[in-house]
């Protein structure tokens, strides 16, 4: 089967920088990608990563092992509107995505 | 351009009744998605589209559920006989295969369906 952890909710004051982890395990492997969520909202891409390595948007960047299963979102210089949940998500064979639980980020003043 | 669409946004019915839920994805996205998720989850894959066919619909849950993409745009999702444990909000996305980043998706606002 497949399965992605990461911790379910992180507090952090404006202006800090927050990472959120994720360890998968699957059974093919077409890259880790992280969504944001905003209450009520709907999910919205923020990256994606197929190779082992640092991608970086931004304030955003994000962090993939394969060989550890392992990535992370690196959220920088935070704002309050990033106040949000995030999930990690694998894709599958179809493109379809597994999602984790998602983190709750609450950014405090 | 729009985005995805969903309508209804909200949907209460009764438990047993049968209720319809529809997505129109943005135009020219070939690859449509339907997700399922519920209070404190992540969005849980039901079904994917290629055009008009099905090409996976491993996730759906039971024979009660059923999509269909008859003219390659809209879809429509389909539940008979519901149960309480329906209750959740039915996300939509699309995508163009082979453009952008491989795993991005466009997200519709879904539409949160309360079974009673």
């Known amino acids: 089967g497949q399965s992605l952890e990461q911790p379910s909710e992180v507090t952090a004051v404006e202006g800090a920088i927050v990472q959120i982890n994720c360890t998968y395990q699957t059974s093919g492997f077409y890259g880790l990608s992280w969504y944001q969520q905003h209450d009520g909202g709907a999910p919205t891409f923020l990256s994606y990563?197929?190779?082992?390595g640092l991608e970086e948007t931004g304030r955003f960047s994000s962090f993939l092992s394969r060989s550890d299963s392992y990535g992370y979102l690196l959220l920088q210089e935070l704002q309050m509107k990033d106040s949000a949940s995030y999930f990690c998500?694998?894709?599958?064979?179809?493109?379809?995505?597994?999602f984790g639980k998602g983190t709750k980020l609450s950014v405090k003043p | 351009g729009a985005g995805v669409s969903q309508t209804p946004s909200n949907k209460v019915t009764e438990k047993g009744k049968y209720v319809e839920l529809r997505c129109d994805p943005i135009?020219?996205?070939?690859?449509l998605y339907w997700y399922r998720q519920s209070l404190g989850q992540g969005p849980e894959f039901l079904i994917y589209f290629q055009g008009t066919g099905a090409a996976d619909d491993s996730g759906l849950p039971n024979d009660r559920f059923f999509a269909v993409r008859p003219e390659g745009s809209v879809s429509t999702l389909k539940i008979q006989r519901t149960e309480r444990g329906d209750s959740a909000v039915y996300l939509c996305a699309s995508r163009v295969p082979g453009t952008g980043s491989d795993n991005e998706q466009f997200f519709g606002p879904g539409t949160r369906l309360t079974v009673l």
């Open positions: 135009s020219g996205h070939t690859a």
């Open positions: 998500a694998v894709g599958g064979s179809q493109g379809n995505l597994i």
């Open positions: 990563n197929a190779l082992d």
